[in-house]
């Protein structure tokens, strides 16, 4: 019999509430045979101010033990800027290789965009998730001075872009339009901008009937408004794909639908699936939040361990929920959690 | 009697078409007492295959005898991505000390958007000009081996960091709503984070009328869609402003009406002003181009040499032609040249 043995980390803010509603629907859409196992991790904001620590070498070994991880949110505004982020939730993603950081952007019927004329919207962003300028590399020198510098260094290996360039041609060349956009700055940047556009090209022969092309990122924002319709997949840094998956977020119904997977395609460490929106501590404890971003990210993690079907299931319910919402008062973050059930158990 | 003593560099693609209207408008708007003096440059692509040459120590020396210089648009695709960015478009803004570069975004009447609900827009963004990932610090080892490491150094200063935070809360402050807010990425790029942060509320202290805001550079690409008119006065590094600059002018109107100034606040060096645009050669020569930005670039030039009434009588020309062509059909590059050179002179 099979069995889907689960890591889950609430942590912050709205992510108690999302998480909840994401098990909710996980557990009504698995078949009967399917064996569902938790267990419960208190990373956040309070284990660091009770006990100083972020993630161990310990939480670590026990985090590895799973075949996957949910997590809602990390981060609240009484921990300095920079503690959670680097000492948690880069951390993790680093310790387990997460190097593809998948984002898929869709604009699904009857939700909102602030883009006028309702475009077709239906790409997604393969963000390099290991190198770049999250690396932690850099420094202070004279530090709180007027002479300080403060330096921030981005590292590009061809080890680390080639396998995120080749998942994403693959990803290109099994979707209908087969088609590849390099977003990156090579104009400016232009040591690791050679490095990526070179390679892309190379791994580019491998994959003949994938369409390529090329943008820098800043007229890459400019077609997210304009012509968002023009993306099929996208691969980009670690950095510049943080900045355009929050704008294609925002213009594919907003950071209360937007999923995110932080794989290791190798298998070699559990993958984790995590809303992209943060931990939205004026609205906690609301029954406010939007479950939808963590229950569309339930189907990217069972995409991840082979149950294709039941992914679907829950995009669809998803897609018929958001649908049915229009003209509707505000239900709350519990109601989405058991229609959503309801629907995908049906 | 005064005089502009003025460098002009068209330079390639659609700049030479825009750049005659730009000179055409300064022309009709300036008083009789002014003598105009203009001496052409011709950088850019063809002088590059030419002589091999992008911006020479004699150039340099030339330029820095005039007041101000206006660009046209530099690039081709015949010269290879980063040649005439790197060695002449950056080596320029280095050379003079362009350490503010200020791009202001407001969306004028008639304009068309692609935002839904035509919302209000009127923000300056104040971008670093001289520091950041764009200093071209890093280097490439094992290069196109499968062993290659390719790296960027962002490089911020106190000293480079605090002058362009003042200059951003100075204009802050002379503002009717006097807001200024700080975009970076503290959480991740904790280094340069933590300096433009200390920095920016150190400065805030010495300007108590200000109103002051930080926000994440992804979660800014986000409200520039959703919610641009949160926005006053912008300040942030030279990577994070070229992006959302971008963006900034595609939902206000789009890069036709996006200007702006890389300006040396001190006059060491003449400052220069340039639309946001590119030298687009798929449209070149075609009499296509909308000249309003490089229009507006020229307002601005005027304002940074003390010509104010002036400034403002081709800002009220740029807007008045907009709002009209509303259901005209297109005019061409000069068409709207010679419609704005009335306008100001009349
Ligand atoms: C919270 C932060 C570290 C994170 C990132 O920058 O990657 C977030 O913005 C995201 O996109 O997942
Ligand atoms: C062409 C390029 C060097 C330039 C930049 O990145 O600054 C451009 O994008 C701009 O915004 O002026």
């Known amino acids: 019999s099979r ?149 921030e260094v981005s590292v590009n290996t061809a080890f680390g872009v080639e396998r995120v360039v080749r998942d994403a041609f693959a990803r290109a060349q099994a979707r209908p339009r087969k088609k590849l956009t390099l977003v990156h700055k090579n104009n400016v940047l232009t040591f690791a901008g050679h490095l990526w556009t070179n390679i892309f090209n190379k791994v580019a022969e491998e994959f003949p009937e994938v369409t390529i092309d090329y943008i820098h990122v800043d007229a890459a924002t400019i077609y997210l408004v304009t012509d968002p319709g023009r993306f099929d997949v996208i691969v980009t840094d670690n950095l510049f794909g943080d900045i355009i998956t929050d704008l294609a977020a925002a213009v594919s119904g907003g950071i209360g639908v937007a999923a995110s997977g932080n794989i290791n395609p190798s298998g070699e460490f559990p993958s984790m699936f995590e809303p992209v929106h943060g931990s939205a501590p004026d609205i906690a404890g609301q029954g406010k939040a939007d479950p939808s971003a963590t229950v569309l990210s339930v189907a990217l993690l069972l995409r991840h361990l082979g149950y294709e079907t039941e992914a679907a299931r829950i995009e669809e319910a998803v897609s018929a929920d958001l649908a049915e919402r229009v003209g509707q008062p505000a239900r709350t973050t519990d109601e989405i959690g058991d229609a959503l059930a309801v629907r995908v158990a049906g």
Request: charged share 20%; glycine share 12%; proline share 7%.
């Open 3 to 151: 069995s889907i043995n689960l890591a889950v980390i609430p942590g912050d803010g709205i992510g108690q509430e999302v998480v909840a509603q994401g098990l909710k629907v996980l557990s009504a859409v698995l078949p009967q045979d399917v064996k569902l196992e938790t267990t419960e991790f208190d990373f956040g904001a309070r284990r660091y101010h009770a006990t100083g620590e972020t993630l161990t070498d310990a939480d670590l070994d026990a985090l590895k033990r799973h075949d996957a991880i949910l997590l809602g949110a990390i981060g609240d505004p009484s921990v300095p800027s920079g503690v959670l982020e680097r000492g948690f939730l880069l951390k993790l993603r680093f310790a387990f290789d997460h190097h593809v950081n998948l984002r898929p952007s869709k604009l699904l019927p009857g939700v909102a965009t602030p883009l006028a004329g309702q475009p077709e919207i239906d790409f997604v962003v393969v963000r390099e998730g290991t190198e770049g300028p999250y690396t932690g590399n850099g420094g202070t020198i004279r530090k709180g001075t007027p002479h300080e510098v403060a330096t």
